[in-house]
């Protein structure tokens, strides 16, 4: 952006004297520019360094032994010996083994339970239309708009009334409520924006609409369907209140939630571990947010400069 | 364009027989919209039994009694008002919302027009950088964050020993405590202000800004006669959006404080858990979550009046 403008300021001007005063005036310009522009960059680094202050400290707790961490000496930011004794406990640990599975396989069926649910509909309400469907549309922007908080004590009873008080599958159900209505928006923001005349051509060759779905809608609105599934991913790996709220035993927990409840046992702190524990947990959203960013980022906030 | 692609579909038609062409035509059209309303029909199942019964069940489950053997009309809202801890909680969910959207919304302004400042080549990796509060399960972060403020042996109680003060109880008294949750809800939503303005600040033509140059606008004037009335829309919808997730949170408290001390860092969510889940008093808990309906509501209409005006702005 700045580059642009320096290249704007440049063209040379006629007169001697005015092209001196404009030399003059271009270097202060530039200056401040370039002032400005340091300046920037260092309350930037002041937001950074503020931001990714408690990571920094998730990562240096979980690099302390117990025993280092009890002594209470010298600085808690940094670590004295490190040792990968709490990752380790972890790894080998059965109960941590299975909420970690718990949480795969409940982000994977939650990812892929929306992302069918709400390309098939965004591809209905974006293209085909029926009776109704703006105000489906508008209902389901309306649905992304209530917070879980707010009906997981009723849902507590229908998931009671259903046996899956306690079970996985309950999550597996309850998920794609949370993820589908954003996906659907972000997805019918993407196909609408597809242009008309190529499922118009594909009806003329002869083509079904699941034909032009999956040979043209797909293929063109990728950027669209990795932020949904992004997006899919984050709330099912992330949640807290509902298995909080539906699951008690270590078989069934998640990640969330049995981090704390299993390496808190009363009183007793095992907070090399738990921090640890948070990284490991932590990584997956990490890994793929570091790799996909920009497809996410550009589908939210095309979902919300684009309506 | 559109239009010209149907009258050639209609030129390409017309010689199998004009007689044919209606009937076949509306038994498309009608095709087309059964099929249509089957690929929306798992979507409108979801919603309908995940999200609209629970809603009116919700409504029915608060107004009877702790065994759910009678009804009480609104004898569990009456009951809530009269309590003073759920005063409290109406008052900090109120405080913690505000506050924290309010701190969210300027700090992600700031840092927004910060990364505009910078060149586009770099702005990648500073965003990456600011990205990682918000990319962190909001779950495990505080977890980290109720670890820094252990009384103890805490990370900021050491730095404050080193200038020689006084250890703080962070999470004891109650409005240290406020303001500890309301700092990480800041801390989390904070890069999602960033993003959200930094692709509206983007998205305001340079022109603009020229020709307030030109008329002799200085960095404030441009700020307050450019920049605000472009974003005024994508602002209000974040904000809003903001304040319902924020309004909701359950995370934080329940993580950090789980309500204390002397139930004063309570909100809607966290008080809902404890009663409806906890003590087991179901309708109670549900006339709880039902309290956060109006603000919810009153937002939500907002919210969608600025993305249809937006979708209307962009459209023509």
Known sequence: ?????????????????????????????????????WGSYAALAVFVV???????????????????????????????????ENFWYLITYPNFQTYYLNSVIITVLTVAVSMVISILAAFSLARM?????????????????????LLFIPLFQIVGWMHLINSVWALVLLYPTLAVPFCTWIMIGYFSSIPR???????????????????IFIPVAMPGIIAATIFAFTVAWGQFLYPLAYLYTSNQMVLTVGIISDLIRGDVFQWGKIMAACLLASLPPIVIYAFLMDYYVAGLTAGATKG | MADGTSVAVG??????????????????????????FLLCLPLMVLIVGFVIYPAFYALYLSMLNKKMTAFVGLGNFAFLLKRHTFQLVIFQSCLFAITAV?????????????????????????????????????????????????????????ILNQFGMDNVPW?????????????????????????MYLAALKSVPEALYEAASIDGAGARQKLFFVTLPMMRNIIAITVLFSLIVTFADF?????????????????????????????????LGAADSLFMFPILAFAAFFVLRGVTQRTKDIAA
């Open chain 1, 197 to 215: 005349e190529l499922d118009e051509a594909a009806l003329i060759d002869g083509a079904g609409y699941l034909q032009i779905l999956t040979k």
């Open chain 2, 11 to 36: 030129a390409i038609e017309t010689p199998s027989g004009r007689t044919a062409r209606p009937g076949t035509m509306t038994r498309i059209a009608r095709r087309k919209s059964t099929i249509a």
């Open chain 2, 171 to 195: 999470l004891g008294v109650g409005w240290i405590a406020r303001a500890c949750t309301i700092t990480v809800n800041v801390w989390f939503g904070t890069p999602f202000f960033m993003i």
């Open chain 1, 129 to 149: 239309g029926f009776w109704g469907s703006n105000v489906l549309s508008t209902g389901v922007f309306l649905t992304y708009l209530i917070p879980p908080s």
């Open chain 2, 102 to 158: 309010i701190l969210k919304a300027l700090l992600g302004f700031i840092i927004a027009h910060l990364m505009h400042n910078i060149p586009g080549k770099n702005q990648r990796i500073w965003r990456g950088l600011l990205l990682v509060p918000w990319v962190i399960p909001l779950a495990l972060s505080t977890l980290t964050w109720w670890w820094m403020f252990d009384p103890s042996y805490s990370a900021f109680n050491w």
């Open chain 2, 251 to 283: 995370d934080i408290v329940r993580i950090l404080t789980a309500g204390g001390p002397q139930d004063m860092t309570h909100v809607f969510a966290t008080y809902a858990f404890q009663i409806g889940i906890q003590s087991g008093d179901i309708p």
């Open chain 1, 1 to 37: 952006m700045s580059a642009q403008l320096d290249t704007r300021a440049v063209p040379a001007v006629g007169s001697s004297a005015a092209s001196a005063r404009a030399a003059v005036h271009r270097t202060s310009l530039h200056r401040q520019r370039q002032w400005a522009l």
């Open chain 1, 50 to 84: 503020m931001f990714l202050m408690p990571p920094f400290y998730t990562l240096m707790t979980s690099l302390k032994s117990s025993a280092e961490i009890s002594a209470q000496t010298g600085s808690p930011w940094l670590v004295k010996h490190p040792t990968l």
